[in-house]
DNA sequence: AATAAGCGAGAAAGCGTTTTCTCAGAGGGT
DNA sequence: ACCCTCTGAGAAAACGCTTTCTCGCTTATT
């Protein structure tokens, strides 16, 4: 067997040697469970509290089948979006007695499925947090990790509770405010491929362009973070466009920074927009024009629905599926454009 | 006991009855430890893979005395500087096949105890992040949650590995460049009355007033978020002050914010510094000078101070402690004052 | 006063593993 | 041919807890 028990920690059965009881007694007053002679309860208080006796809670797990513990699995940990639902979802949890596991798969797609299947098996149920894994994959996987809440993506066949932002129409708002600005060629800047917020948008600018055929609308490869925003400033400065649709805020910022090394002003040459409304928004040079997503619900609603499918004595699901409509904020990024179009 | 053992999860029960065998040869065989016939280590691990047998980690834990997972403790998940420390630790942790909890004790002091005393319980080790409780207490708490790591803290008696970073050279630089800008009235806006950090920044301040007696030099509460620095706006004004020494960067930009909806320009009226060069200090309005601390490195390096001690194998500890300067970052926000002072 | 009912505490099983202990059988040495 | 050693697999204990089961004791009922 394991360690031999040299100088181990206070178990219960220190207690019920010190209160002369037995150990399930013991187990009885700590879980307050049975009902328990007053006297022998105070008996048994008093040398928990002499001995300052703490229950295992590994060995209150395995015999509990619970863990009281919630895991979170994030693309990117570095994601001020993510930040926010992480801290939402933690403080949330806290306030019912809940600790949260973190996972980052570092945008390792592959990585996702063994994260959350590990998660899962350490922890009461799986917060997944835009998972970048197939339709099919997250299909085939949803059921393994039931109690599950979604965040960013949804399910078909396997009816998951999920929380979502309605990016398509983020991204026309958007577009659209650009427009009335006056600007004639826009550009997206588009991110992870396997994001499923990225191809909402790029539904949404479908959608954008039958709308406004008479708009030039390219779309030009990026990525999450600030490094992939600053690392297009060339091929935005050589694609011509006048408005600028940035995958997310960080996107933004980091093409902010590379437009003002290049001696670009925004807005006067180029407009530029975010998406998240994350707090660092309002506070770039200039500050940011974005579509405002409720980071700070989005979490503590997660441990909501978390909550509901724990405590659930096993009858009907009747899971929610949330949907948030992002809301504009316009600021000092975006500007008619200097020069009329051809 | 628990629940019977309905539709339970695959346990290794079930894999030893598929392969004819006992569970302990399950086990060895899924964990290498001893040696076992090659043709029935194939029938294990074949019944295994058909089962999708994964080992329930808590049974492991209990055996094992060990939960691969670690904890951390940080006053304020929603600061970025935290945050930054926690990703560094999580993806160095995940490396060597560690998770890790976290735990938020919102500024709340008398919870960090508690908090830390839970993560340690349910994990190999604790790293704990800026504590604000005393340093009576924390000498008592720390030998108890053994495997520790120290942020932004140390211990004199028990000697517990930490890092740390020298807050008060890192003041004493920035007010050093207020003056050599010209500025003669500064103003420090402290931090949380608990945090260590602030009270280094204090002594450093106290340090710089000795080599600058003509310097006049007020203090003034604040905080360590936006809010904070955002609802000191008129006390810094009504201060008289033209070069202000934020907690960190989260008040220089609530203050930034705050100063620019009174219609006082940064830095032409002002001065304001920053601490801690968060990633997001650059993309300010305008950019944000500051003391830059090595946040990435935190996060990692806290984890490899861990491992030590995790692997050590009982005998000679050798903590080490880790200090790191900050490195100015001068950009926009601090400039020459616009009038001569008295 | 005798029996039923009820309360409360100890014994023991069970949660899912790992690991020591034990022992059967194979193989080699004399 | 017999005994001893060695390999390797099963039995069982241990990890630290919760909870069912069981049973002795007290109290109420007729």
């Given at each position: ?29 700590m879980n307050g469970n049975a009902a328990v002679d007053p006297g022998i309860a105070a008996r048994v208080r008093a040398a928990a509290a002499e001995l300052k006796y703490q229950p295992n809670p590994v060995g209150r797990s395995l015999a509990l089948g619970k863990t009281d513990t919630i895991g979170i699995v994030v693309p990117d940990l570095a994601n001020p979006t993510f930040q ?259």
């Open positions: 067997m394991a360690r031999r028990n040299t100088n181990r920690r206070v178990g219960i059965a220190d207690v019920a040697e010190k209160a002369g009881v037995s150990h399930a007694t013991v187990s009885r007053v926010a639902i992480l801290r939402g979802l933690s403080i949330a949890a806290a306030q019912d007695g809940y600790r949260v596991l973190i996972a980052d798969s570092s945008e390792v797609t592959s990585e996702e499925a063994i994260l959350a299947g590990e998660a899962r098996r350490r922890c009461d149920g799986v917060v997944l947090c835009a998972p970048r894994m197939g339709d099919a994959e997250l299909e085939e996987l949803a059921p393994t990790l039931h109690p599950l809440v979604l965040i960013n993506r949804t399910t078909i066949a396997t009816n998951t509770p999920s929380l979502s932002v309605d990016y398509g129409q983020g991204i026309q708002e958007l577009a659209q405010h650009l427009v009335s600005l006056g600007h004639r060629r826009l550009v997206f800047l588009s991110g992870p491929e396997h994001s499923a917020s990225n191809r909402q948008r790029l539904v949404g600018l479908d959608q954008f362009r039958k709308e406004h055929p008479e708009i030039e609308l390219q779309m030009l490869p990026g990525g999450s973070n600030f490094d992939s925003g600053h690392e297009c400033t060339d091929a935005i400065i050589a694609s011509g466009g006048t408005g600028i649709l940035a995958f997310n805020d960080l996107v933004a910022m980091g093409l902010l920074s590379g437009l003002h090394e290049r001696g670009i002003r925004v807005p006067e040459d180029i407009s530029v927009t975010g998406f998240d409304d994350i707090p660092f928004a309002k506070y770039t040079t200039p500050p940011l024009t974005t579509a405002a997503v409720p980071i700070n619900e989005l979490g503590s609603l997660a441990w909501r629905r978390m909550r509901e499918q724990i405590q659930q004595t096993g009858d009907a699901p009747a899971q929610a599926q949330d949907e948030f409509s992002p809301r504009m904020e316009i600021r000092k990024s975006t500007a008619a454009p200097a020069l009329k179009p051809a």
